[in-house]
């Protein structure tokens, strides 16, 4: 039987009533496509300059101070582009729009946080002629991914003196790396037996440091002995360093490029990560914009919030505080609310992508796929969107519009099916302060794994929406 015909009537209905995301690339010219490879080229230095929390602010910074922002403190009458640092960990930017503040504010948040392993406070011993290190996992993880690869130690500590002191082993080509051994096949009939989430218990994921002893034969502990010595030797600290240190371990290979198109970015800390450089390039690409544009970039997101660098924190209100009184606004309670509630906000961060290979996970109508563009999630949370943020009708209207208007891909996002799981992001804690904000950010692959994926042309996509938005 021949196929049957769609009338011209038909599609052109189709057309008019019919959702249809196409792929990026489709719809690239061919400087855009120039464009998202050079683009992927500098998030990729990005992501190696910036493995860790502190590094990547550090590597923002640089970013900033090379765009002609200053230090707030040190701004005068005619400074208009300005950051703050909080504790090494946290930064905000901000460009001074030509509306008065309270009229509201444009704010993309993300964070720069991941998630790892960190040495615990007292972490060296020796066993059986090894010396191993104690760690103890941040963040949402499959414990049985951190075994059995490259990993590299990186962190601040601060000697008995107070010295400050940057650790950093196996990044570097001729460096050495750590690791956790896996269990043999040949012994492990009792560990595959258990459940995923039990058969590398937590205690296990100790780190092998090194096996050569100290030469002297009668002391007791003499790899452990030789360990403190080479760290001695190298950055002058001692056992109570650890104590207080952030040190994390995470996987020594660089980001690189995926697929055999090179369509994919491959690498640790994407999530979010991607965030944080989208949104820094769009803020720092801008002249003088509408209204006043902050991007913050948070610690802390992956363990809930907590701490005096996250979005739990003061942090946001008082830099907003300080840019009102630096643009003329009285730094009142009254005001800040004002600010925020007159606001508009994008919280960037990651979505999960749909993997064919575990699509019974994903509701495929309502998540997203990698190379249709930057994804846009409504709500958050888990279950009845429980701990979640929810986006109202109006203000996802609103981006919507902006998006179209502006010939920015998307697509609709979400974290899987309803009750398979679900997460948050740090939306819910600026939307308390009274500000319309809404999740949005690329798919990724492999989410919380030590490699994830995602795509170059999203990537540039979700660039190019924060700038558009920055600039309504």
Known sequence: MPEKKESKKTSDLKK?????????WDSLSAKDKKDVSNYSVDYMDFLNKGRTERRAINRLMEMASEAGFIEISQADGKTDRVYK????????????????????????TSHVDSPRLDIKPNPLYEETGLALLKTHYYGGVKKYHWVARSLAM?????????????????LKPDDPVLTIPDLLPHLSRKQMEQKAGEFIPAENLNVIIGSLPYED????????????????????????????????????????????????????????????????????????PAHTNVAIFYDKEEIGSEGNTSAKSAALDLFLMELMEKSG????????????????????????????TYGDAYEKRNNSKIGHGIGITKYTGAGGKYMGSDANAEYAS????????????????????????GGGTVAKYVANAGMDIIDCGPPILGMHSPLELCAKDDIWMTHRAFKVFLES
């Open 16 to 24: 008019k009533l019919v959702m249809d995301k196409p792929r990026v």
């Open 85 to 108: 640092v909080s504790r090494g960990k946290l930064l905000v930017l901000a460009v001074l729009g030509q509306e008065p503040m309270i009229e509201g504010i444009r704010l993309v």
């Open 154 to 170: 990186i962190g601040t500590m601060f000697t008995r003196q107070g010295k400050t002191v940057e650790v950093e082993i196996g």
């Open 217 to 288: 034969q009668e002391a007791s502990d003499r790899v452990k002995l030789a360990i403190l010595d080479l760290l001695f030797t190298k950055y002058g600290i001692t056992e109570e360093d650890f104590i207080g240190a952030e040190i994390e371990m995470i996987p020594a290979e660089p980001a690189r490029e995926a697929g055999l198109d090179r369509s994919l970015v491959a690498a640790y800390g994407q999530d979010d990560r991607v965030c944080a450089f989208t949104s820094a390039t769009a803020i720092m690409g801008l002249a003088k």
């Open 329 to 356: 606004l009285e730094p009142s309670a009254m005001n800040l609310r004002k600010v925020f509630l007159n606001g508009k906000g994008l919280s960037g961060d990651v979505t999960a992508a749909i993997d064919p």
């Open 398 to 421: 609103w981006v919507r519009r902006l998006f179209n208007e502006n010939n920015i891909m998307w697509q609709p996002a979400g974290l899987g099916k309803v009750d398979e799981g």
